[in-house]
């Protein structure tokens, strides 16, 4: 998977819009939800915690795989 070009986050009040390559995520999220650590010597990063009324993790590893909790 490459890596985006650019991350925006447009905080607007209480809440917050993230963009990546230009393209609006479908859902604005409460600004507190949304973190930007700063690390000089280390790539820039957008952390987002996700809400939902429900979530659904499927697991899909290949035979030749070992899942490790590393």
């Known amino acids: ?3 985006p070009k650019r991350i925006d986050v447009i905080r607007k ?12 995520l479908p859902f604005a999220l409460p600004r507190e ?6 690390h000089p010597d280390q790539i820039p990063t957008v952390h987002l ?5 429900q979530v659904h ?5 290949c035979p030749d795989e070992k899942e490790t909790d590393q």
Do not use: F, K
């Open 1 to 3: 998977m490459a890596r």
């Open 13 to 24: 009040g209480r809440i917050g819009h993230v963009l990546v390559d230009g393209v609006e």
């Open 57 to 61: 993790v499927v697991n899909q590893c």
């Open 49 to 53: 915690q996700l809400s939902a009324d």
């Open 33 to 38: 939800a949304i973190t930007v650590p700063v």
